[in-house]
């Protein structure tokens, strides 16, 4: 299913040394990775187009592991005898099932260290122990920044490819509720706007109604003015299309 593997090549006619020909039998003897499925399935298409008879599936019982059996953990571990045992690569459950198999044979149950990513393994001569943890894990690579992008980021941004957004823009006076012009709403990746007007009008009523509502109690400062339009247009958006934009409030205050 990787773009470029040596099958995904062959399916797309880029490998240089091997072409699919009508007739050719291909034979997918590993299941797909979690995950991968539509990758791989799209790749089966483009081998029958080309005139292949692809053979997979389960029910065919063509599936060939790439990791080793029980047996042959067994064997490495008979022939190299380890002082120290890391179980690697898989889920925790799999790492746990080899240590198991490792006690089995003579491993001291202490000498077993489990670690997941990002783990120190610290050695001596004579004992080995989990010692602190690095971070690990994906790193964002965002123009010329890398790593620096953190989590917050990439939440707003998933946000916005989901929903979109909607940007309030007003101009209170200074120490007052007074609006003096607006608000204006823009609606970017949420809704075409020419269609919505309906939509649009409502939730200008509505922050009118939280302006007013704002100055009716003497609340002037702005950040709890940005909170109550946010707020109240998120309700009433999820109300009316079951979205959830992020909203973006801006006030300009004036003397």
């Not at 187009?49 to 065919?60: I, T």
């Not at 060939?64 to 005898?81: A, D, T």
Request: with cysteine; proline share 4%; net charge positive.
């Amino acid at each position: 299913g990787e773009p470029m593997a040596g099958l995904s090549r062959m399916a797309d006619g880029a490998h240089r040394q091997i072409q699919i020909h009508p007739n050719d039998t291909v034979i997918l003897s590993a299941s797909p990775i979690p995950g991968n499925e539509t990758s791989v399935g799209r790749t089966i298409d483009k081998l029958v187009k080309l005139g292949a008879h692809v053979v997979h599936g389960s029910d065919k019982k063509v599936h060939v592991s790439g990791h080793g059996s029980q047996e042959e953990l067994k064997m490495m571990l008979s022939l190299i005898r380890p002082r120290f045992f890391i179980p690697m690569h898989g889920e925790y459950r799999m790492l746990h099932k080899h240590a198991e198999i490792a006690e089995s044979l003579g491993v001291k149950r202490d000498n077993i260290l489990i670690g997941e990513n990002g783990q120190i393994f610290e050695f001596t001569g004579r004992k080995g122990r989990l010692a602190e943890k690095v971070q690990a894990g994906k790193v964002y690579v965002d123009g010329l920044g890398v790593g620096d992008v953190g989590n917050i980021v990439i939440r707003d941004r998933q946000q916005l490819s989901q929903d979109g957004m909607v940007i309030v823009t007003m101009v209170l006076e200074k120490g007052s509720a007074q609006v003096l012009a607006g608000p204006d709403i823009v609606s970017r990746g949420f809704i075409y706007m020419r269609d919505s007007e309906a939509l649009i009008r409502e939730m200008t009523r509505r922050v009118d109604a939280v302006i007013e509502r704002c100055a009716d109690n003497n609340i002037t400062e702005w950040n709890v003015i940005k909170t109550q339009i946010r707020d109240t247009l998120s309700r009433y958006i999820f109300e009316k299309t079951r979205r959830r934009p992020m909203i973006l409030p801006i006030i300009q205050e004036v003397h």
